[in-house]
T-cell receptor, first 113, second 115 residues
């Protein structure tokens, strides 16, 4: 069965500093990996995905994520954080196409001005 | 940009009552999903729907739950007899044609409160 771990409940970073939100996964076979962001009172917005190919994936709003197969990780990164990036971030995995996503518990990112 | 929409945004119901949560997926999408998020917990998969039938369901999706695509646009989740523990945010999602893994597009959610 698939699983996702987001080891940090909360990440605090100063505006302008780089940010990292951690995610590790467990899945049989090749993983399909996703990051979603949830702003208050909003649904989940897709940020980026890794299916195959280049291990560094670029997504929306300047975010990127690095797939590391040996460490089974898919950490979300951004070179320079904005206050508007403050939100709840979810990592998700699925084992094959168009199958249910398994989500991590989420990491709350707080960017301080 | 097309969006998944959900109604109502908030539903309050009494225990034992039936509720129907409604979703309008993105028009050319063929896969539909319901997830829920109990307050403070992770998002959990309930059911997926393709070609007018359930393709997968989780342990949560018991006989109290049902889904339907009554017309060409709506996708509904019915809870037949609500329990207190059904209180959660319910998200509808859709994704396009089969093939390469496509991301799922989520609606804004319906907050269900069972009293």
């Amino acid at each position: 069965a698939q699983s996702v771990a987001q080891p940090e409940d909360q990440v605090n970073v100063a505006e302008g500093n780089p940010l990292t939100v951690k995610c590790t996964y467990s899945v049989s076979g090749n993983p399909y990996l996703f990051w979603y962001v949830q702003y208050p009172n909003r649904g989940l917005q897709f940020l980026l995905k890794y299916i195959t190919g280049d291990n560094l994936v670029k997504g929306s709003y300047g975010f990127e994520a690095e797939f590391n197969k040996s460490q089974t990780s898919f950490h979300l990164k951004k070179p320079s954080a904005l206050v508007s990036d403050s939100a709840l971030y979810f990592c998700a995995v699925s084992a094959r196409g168009n199958t249910p996503l398994v989500f991590g518990k989420g990491t709350r990112l707080s960017v301080i001005a | 940009e097309p969006e998944v929409t959900q109604t109502p945004s908030h539903q309050v119901t009494q225990m034992g009552q039936e509720v129907i949560l409604r979703c309008v997926p993105i028009s050319n999408h063929l896969y539909f999903y319901w997830y829920r998020q109990i307050l403070g917990q992770k998002v959990e998969f309930l059911v997926s729907f393709y070609n007018n039938e359930i393709s997968e369901k989780s342990e949560i999706f018991d006989d109290q739950f049902s889904v339907e695509r009554p017309d060409g646009s709506n996708f509904t989740l019915k809870i037949r007899s609500t329990k207190l523990e059904d209180s959660a945010m319910y998200f509808c999602a859709s994704s396009p044609i089969q093939g390469a893994q496509k991301e799922q597009y989520f609606g804004p959610g319906t907050r269900l409160t069972v009293t």
